[in-house]
């Protein structure tokens, strides 16, 4: 079944078809913390090269980090690791979505949360025409 997964679906990684065009066309730039992989394209068309990241795992573009995602949009020219000064050490790691997740954030009254929502405080006036 690898095979014909690898074929056929995209959301759990790059697709026969995506790889052989990556080996192709493609020149490998650098690689995250999290193991994604970015290349850019051999022939510049319209001006600007194609850029485009290789997941490890699931394709899910909020892993991408900030730095490799301006990379990516051309805000910057050269690799991030090239470009920017190290990580301070008091830079937080960026979050993936969390949505869809235990982690996701669920505000009170929430049915996953219990449902209940803070009592009214009154001080709610309905609008009316005219008044």
């Not at 301006?70 to 960026?94: C, G, K, M």
Request: net charge neutral.
């Amino acid at each position: 079944m690898g095979v014909f997964k690898n074929i056929f679906t995209w959301w759990e990684g790059a697709t026969f078809g995506t790889a052989l065009n990556t080996m192709r066309n493609g020149r490998k730039v650098g690689e995250d913390d999290q193991g994604n992989l970015y290349y850019e394209g051999k022939k510049a068309q319209g001006g600007f090269t194609r850029r485009w990241v290789m997941y490890k795992g699931q394709n899910d573009s909020s892993r991408v980090p900030p730095e490799w995602h301006s990379w990516l949009h051309h805000t910057i020219d050269a690799a991030p690791d090239q470009a920017f000064p190290p990580a301070r050490n008091w830079e937080r790691e960026p979050t993936p979505n969390l949505t869809g997740t235990a982690e996701a954030y669920r505000p009170a009254g929430a049915l996953e949360k219990g449902g209940r929502r803070a009592a009214a405080t009154g001080d709610y006036e309905a609008w009316t025409p005219g008044a």
